[in-house]
Nanobody, 120 residues
Framework: QVQLVESGGGLVQAGGSLRLSCAAS????????MGWYRQAPGKQRDLVAK???????NYANSVKGRFTVSGDNAKSTVFLQMNSLKADDTAVYYC??????????????WGRGTQVTVSS
């Protein structure tokens, strides 16, 4: 199977920065898309940013200009640099990946999540 492990969450003051990392391991041929979702208490899980194997990126409007997603497809890793953090960015951040497995079946996998708390 495939495992995604996130790191880099924590507590930061408003205006500060954090960098999230996620590494996928297991029965991987190649990831096609990797990225980040977030879920605040009482809200649905929403896309934050994603990057394709070709390097194309997409961002939620609320984070454009503040967050940057990057990745290393060969290492099955994805990063999220978060700058100018706001209290509204407080959420559990989940790494996700669409991966072609060694069974030659594309599947979506999720990490367990990492808490980001921004104090105002």
């Amino acid at each position: 199977q495939v495992q995604l492990v996130e790191s880099g969450g924590g507590l930061v003051q408003a205006g500060g920065s954090l960098r999230l990392s996620c590494a996928a391991s297991g029965n991987i041929v190649r990831p096609s898309v990797m990225g980040w979702y977030r879920q605040a208490p009482g809200k649905q899980r929403d896309l934050v940013a994603k990057i394709t194997s070709g390097g194309s990126t997409n961002y939620a409007n609320s984070v454009k200009g503040r967050f940057t997603v990057s990745g290393d497809n060969a290492k099955s890793t994805v990063f999220l640099q978060m700058n100018s953090l706001k209290a509204d960015d407080t959420a559990v951040y989940y790494c996700y990946a669409q991966i072609l497995t060694t069974e030659l079946i594309p599947r979506t996998f999720w990490g367990r999540g990492t808490q980001v708390t921004v104090s105002s």
